[in-house]
Every structure is written in C-alpha cells, then in structure tokens.
C-alpha cells in the first residue's frame, strides 16, 4: 500500500510538473506572439513587398473592373475608372497589405492608401450577405448604425453617438446604396480612414479624407519628414530657424489639441520625422496614425503582465509595472509632448550654437527647457503635471526666439 501511495505522489506530481510546465510553455508562447505583432504593426517594412508601378497599375486596374462590375462605388471612381481624372504616378510603399500610391487629381497631388489590395479581402458586411433580391425588405437603418457603431468602438476603442457617425455611413438608401454600403463597410475596417474621417473638423492637426473608391481613399499629399534631412523636414536653408520655430509651436499646438480637443486623449505610440508633414504655414499634421491610440484603447494596450517596467514599454508610450500583481499599470507615465521633445526637439535645440540671431541666454533657456521636457515622465509617473508647466515654458521661449528672428530681420 505504501508503495501505491508512493507511485500516486510521483503520479501526481508529475501531472502537476506537466500542467505547470503547459502552462509556462502556452504563457511565453502567447508573449512572443503579442511581441511579434506589435513589431510588425509598428515597424511594417519587415514584412514590406516591392512597391512597382506594374503591380500598382494593376491593383487600380482591377478596383475598377470592380466599380464597372457593380461591386463597388465612391466619389472618386468616375474619375480614376472612366473620366481620367484622377491620374497614377507612382508607388510610394507596401507594407503588409497596405497600398500607398501618389496620383495627380484635377492638378491637385494626393495619396491613395488601402489597407489591404483587393475589394474582395475585406469581410463583407454580414447584413447585405443575408439579404435576399430585389424584392426583399430592406436592412433596418437602427441596425446598421448599431453595427457601425460596434466597428467603431472596436477600432477607436471609442462608444460615438449616431451623429458622429454620419461621415463614415450612407444616409439614406436608393440607387447603389448596395455598393455604397459595401465600399462604406471596407473603409470602415480601416483605422486610419476612420480617424481621418472624424477627427479633422476637431484638429486642423489631421489630414482629412478628399474622396473614395471602394476600398481606396484619397488624402493630401504632402512631403513627409525624415532623419535624412538637416532640419528633419523638406525646408528651404534661408529662413529656416523661422520655420523650425513656427513648427515646433505647430507640435505644442497639436499636443495641445490631442491632450484636450477630443473625448479622450489621443496618444502617439509611434513619434519620428517619417508619421508627420508640415503644411505651407507651417501646420504639422500627422500623416500615419497607425499607432495612435484614445485612452479607453491605450489603457486596453498597456495592461500586461509583466516582471519589471521595461515588459510595460509599448513603443514611445510607457507604463509601470506592479510587482506586487506582475501587471504593467494601465496609466501612461510619459506624454506625448515628452517624446516629442525627446525624439523631434532635441534635434532642433540641443546646441546653442544655432541661430546666432537669437541671444544667448535665450539660446541656453530654450535648450535647457527642452532637455527637462524630454526627461519628464517614466519614473516619477507624474508627467502629465509636469508637461503642463513644461509645456508653457516652451511656448513662451519659442515665441520670444520667433520674435528675436523676426526682428532681426528689420
């Protein structure tokens, strides 16, 4: 009986050994797995195809073989399908599915941009499947805007009022409203589309939406920022300590605009020259938004387990961990404004040796204020407080430099 016993021990510490090592094996499997779709999602050129003008004429060719099959429709389709209007110039990139492409529209350059290539990849809307012919009854408005609102809500993390909505939903049914539905429903997959969409009448900080074709959408071109260039964006070398000033007002204005204009705070996960263009007054706007994400979605996002604060770093947005729990706290500890200092103000104001119209003491102030602004945040977790005071310092040292400049022009 002893020795039964002893065998139903090891027995059942063995089982116990098994389920826990099942258990490790299916948690550190899980954790490369978010790890690995977090790199792609925020570094896409990993898995980047060849951007051709071969492959990208074909991609609009069968868009409109589509629109004249009467799959799809869009404001733009008469244009780029049958008027000639909206002209293909060139590939700008693929990345995992996403088409960017630059054409020419009635003399104005614009971006084409897809997440995905073809109008078939998109799950079909599931109400427009269940409807039967022409004779059937049709779909229950009530019921689409629930179904558009629950899109919403899963892309933006965001509950919106039916209202809101109207941007992104045709009104009212009659000829086509089929394939306006169905192109309205692929669009709506897109995150992208759907901030450009919204957010535009809210911050002059977002590019909006011009038109569509079926999956496509069409947004102002405007040249993108780089570490390539000097001064991290296209500008011309005379004036150019002007236009870094009114720009980097610009980027205050937008944190400003994205900490306070919407519902919820918009957080940028992702800050470098590349997600950002500068308008001919010297706007900035943000061109990508893939990682851009409302608080109810960027708490979702932080909350992970974790074994110390760098397991609760997602990219440019930071969080702390508990150990007591090993979970990453759902709070952001750093601001958008201080990775804006960090990764874009440095490069600007870091020596004093810069425009020596400006004076020295205002030189110092400035490259001191944007040094504290970018090392807020992380450790101390009380960074949306401090940005605050950091944030006027700035403004006040940016303004009187402009005005130094300016006058130094007389």
Known sequence: MARAAGERGRAARCGRWRRGALLA????????????????????????????????????????QDYRRGWLTGALCEDLCVG????????????????????QWRGRTVVLKSKR??????????????????????????????????????????????????????????????????SAWSLLQQEEYVYFSLLPDLS???????????HFYAVEYLAAGSPHHKALFP??????????????????????HFDSDFSHRLHLCDVKP???AIKRDFTVVA???????????????????????EDCNFFDCFSKCDLRVHKCGAQRVNSNLQVI????????????????????????????????????GGSSGNSWTASSSVFWKLRWLLQATLKELQEAEK
């Open 117 to 182: 290539e073809a109008f078939s990849s998109f799950p079909p809307l599931t109400l427009l499947e269940e409807e039967a012919g022409a004779g059937a009854p049709g779909i229950p408005e009530a019921e689409l805007l629930l179904m558009v609102a629950g899109e919403v809500k899963n892309t933006l993390g965001l509950e919106l009022p039916n209202n809101s909505i109207a941007p992104l939903w045709p009104a009212r049914q009659g000829p086509g409203w089929r394939q306006q539905l169905a």
């Open 84 to 103: 000639g209007e909206l002209l293909y110039q060139r590939c700008l990139y693929y990345e995992r599915g996403k088409k960017v492409l630059q054409a």
């Open 341 to 376: 200092c960090d990764k874009i103000f440095r490069h600007w104001f870091s020596s004093t040796h810069r425009s020596p119209a400006v004076s020295l003491q205002l030189r110092l102030q400035l490259q001191q204020a944007v040094q504290e602004c970018a090392q807020h």
């Open 274 to 276: 590349e997600n950002f």
């Open 235 to 256: 500008l011309d070398d005379a004036g150019q300590a002007q236009a870094i000033s009114h720009i980097a007002l610009s980027f205050l204005d937008m944190v400003s």
């Open 287 to 309: 061109i990508d938004v893939d990682m851009a994400f409302f608080e109810p979605k960027m708490r979702e996002i932080l909350e992970q387990n974790c074994t110390g604060d």
């Open 25 to 64: 094996f299916a948690a550190w499997t899980a954790g490369w797995v978010l790890a690995a779709a977090l790199l792609l999602r925020a570094h896409p050129s990993v898995l980047s195809e060849r951007c051709t003008d071969e492959k990208s004429r074909r991609i609009l060719a069968a868009l409109c």
């Open 204 to 214: 002059r900080h977002i590019l909006p939406v011009l038109g569509s074709c079926g």
